[in-house]
């Protein structure tokens, strides 16, 4: 008993680990779409964030899907809507806890309050993809 315990506690933690990693990935593809996008387009910041956004859920997506959950047993198709409807929903959820926390506690500063929301979704997050998107 105690060796299965330790086994899925070993497991959580490398899954935890990768989400993380995927999480970075998908920070950089983020931010390298935006400056790309910024840099070579009329779009201003604000579209070019959202089409930026997408295209960071597409690549942690894949991340996610391989590396750290597996594939669904669902169709590609539904996969992907589900775990952009759990992206967006947990990305409206951060910048609303962000908001939250700078108007509760305006002393604050902001990046503190970044950190706050950032790991409230992050939790959000891997339990969304984990149990609504990958069945894990």
């Known amino acids: 008993m105690r060796a299965i315990q330790g086994k899925r506690h070993h497991d959580l933690v490398?899954?935890?680990?990768?989400?993380?990693?995927?999480?970075?990935?998908?920070?950089?593809?983020?931010?390298?779409a935006l400056w790309l996008l910024l840099a070579t387009t009329p779009l201003g910041p604000l579209l070019a964030r959202v089409l930026s956004i997408g295209f960071a859920l597409c690549v942690t997506w894949q991340i996610n899907r391989h590396l750290t959950f597996a594939p669904s047993s669902r169709g590609l198709a539904e996969e992907g809507a589900r775990y952009g409807g759990v992206g967006i929903a947990t990305s409206i959820v951060n910048y609303l806890v962000y908001c939250a926390i700078l108007l509760a506690l305006p002393a604050l500063p902001p990046l503190a309050a970044l950190a706050i929301a950032s790991i409230v979704a992050m939790t959000l997050s891997f339990l969304g993809y984990s149990r609504l998107v990958f069945d894990r």
């Open 14 to 32: 490398g899954r935890l680990f990768r989400f993380a990693v995927a999480g970075g990935i998908g920070f950089a593809a983020d931010a390298a």
